[in-house]
Every structure is written in structure tokens, then in C-alpha cells.
């Protein structure tokens, strides 16, 4: 298994741009999440879906989009790229998120943003 | 907001030295689970921890979960270099299926 991957690693964009960060797995995990890093800020949650066609808002979902049409891909999109988006993103996934089932993260290597 | 704070942000001790990270949430935690980072990697998965009260060690690592599932902490005995890194918590907020991070506890150590 490639666990979860992650494209592009690296990406600058200006201003305005729209680009579609892409995160698969193929553990047929039922959780998938988006996570952007910044300094001092720890994880945040962008979006998370728990499973095919259905997605919900985490803490910080203004300004990104996300679709969960396959088991496997949990693509992020943003609409118009602002530099406040500068960061690091990771996507996840979990197994199944239900009580105290077992809830281990597998993190993708993550992709680097930079908006100018 | 950030529900799961965590403390300190940063730390620095000289090798050999103990090293404690401390989670706090605003409301119950069905589990918590920690993680490291090691710095220009992602995190990965260290334990998840369930019971009210409980207490785990890896090696050097002793996590424990309060009484009141509100609260956690990560112990480490005699650090070590390979102990560098990023320590988050991250639990689910009661009733909902959004996974919260603290804000992590980076550890620097003088060798």
C-alpha cells in the first residue's frame, strides 16, 4: 500500500489563482481530512468528509472546497488564493471515526503553499 | 476556536534531561491520541488513549489520560536527539466527528 499520498509537494501561486491540491488512499479508509500547518498555530481543520459524498466544515473551511465522489480521493480546491493561505497542508485518514474504534491518523507528506 | 490547548509551546532541555508536554480540552474526550513531528515531516502516530485514568508507556514515554477525560500529558525520561521534534494531542470534540489539535510542544535538545 502507498498509504496516503499527496500532490503537488511544493506550489506557488499569485494572487487570484484557483489550484486543486490532490490527496489519495488506498487503505479504503471511511475518514479523510484536511489539515493546514502554521507556525504556532499547530493543526487546523480545513474540511473533513467520513465517507463517499458526504463532507462537513472543520475550523477553518472559508475559502476551500472539498468533494468526496470516491472512497479513495479527498481533493482540495481553492477557489482564489489569498497569501493568508501561505501554509502547509496535510491531508489524513482514519479508518472509520465511531466512539473509541481505533482512530490512528495516516498523514500524507504534505504540500507546501506559498501565495504571492 | 482551538478547543484542545496545549502546553508549553516550546521547550528546550539538555540531553538526558525529562521533558513533559501537557494537553488540556474545554469538554470530555471520548480518546485522545498523541503525535510527533519531526521538523520537514508530518505527524505520526504515537498512541490513543481511552480509559479515564489511564496510563501507557512506550520506552521512555509515559502518556496518561485525567480522571475527567479533559486532560492529558506526555512524559519523557532521559531525553535523547531522536526526541526532537513536534509533539501534538488530538482528540474528537464531544459529539461531533471533527478531530481537534492542540497546538503542539516543540522540543529542542542540546546535546
Known amino acids: 500500500n502507498a498509504g496516503v499520498t499527496q500532490t503537488p509537494k511544493f506550489q506557488v501561486l499569485k494572487t487570484g489563482q484557483s489550484m486543486t491540491l490532490q490527496c489519495a488512499q488506498d487503505?479504503?479508509?471511511?475518514?479523510m481530512s484536511w489539515y493546514r500547518q502554521d507556525p504556532g498555530m499547530g493543526l487546523r481543520l480545513i474540511h473533513y468528509?467520513?465517507?463517499?459524498?458526504?463532507?462537513d466544515q472543520g475550523e477553518v473551511p472559508n475559502g476551500y472546497n472539498v468533494s468526496r465522489s470516491t472512497t479513495e480521493d479527498f481533493p482540495l480546491r481553492l477557489l482564489s488564493a489569498a497569501p493568508s493561505q501561505t501554509s502547509v497542508y496535510f491531508c489524513?485518514?482514519?479508518?472509520?471515526?465511531?466512539?473509541?474504534?481505533?482512530?490512528?491518523?495516516?498523514f500524507g507528506p504534505g504540500t507546501r503553499l506559498t501565495v504571492l | 476556536g482551538q478547543q484542545v490547548m496545549q502546553i508549553p509551546q516550546y521547550q528546550h532541555v539538555q540531553e538526558g534531561e525529562d521533558f513533559t508536554t501537557y494537553c488540556n480540552s474545554s469538554?470530555?474526550?471520548?480518546?485522545i491520541q498523541w503525535y510527533k513531528q519531526r521538523p520537514g515531516g508530518h505527524p505520526v502516530f504515537l498512541i490513543q488513549?481511552?480509559?479515564?485514568?489511564e496510563v501507557k508507556k512506550q520506552k521512555r514515554l509515559t502518556f496518561q489520560f485525567g480522571e475527567a477525560k479533559k486532560n492529558s500529558s506526555l512524559h519523557i525520561t532521559a531525553t535523547q536527539t531522536t526526541d526532537v521534534g513536534t509533539y501534538f494531542c488530538?482528540?474528537?470534540?464531544?459529539?461531533?466527528?471533527?478531530?481537534?489539535f492542540g497546538q503542539g510542544t516543540r522540543l529542542t535538545i542540546n546535546p
Open positions: 489524513a485518514s482514519i479508518p472509520r471515526l465511531a466512539g473509541v474504534s481505533y482512530n490512528e491518523q495516516f
Open positions: 487503505m479504503n479508509h471511511e475518514y
Open positions: 468528509s467520513v465517507g463517499a459524498g458526504i463532507t
Open positions: 469538554t470530555t474526550l471520548s480518546n
Open positions: 488513549l481511552v480509559k479515564s485514568g
Open positions: 488530538a482528540g474528537p470534540i464531544q459529539g461531533a466527528q471533527k478531530l481537534v
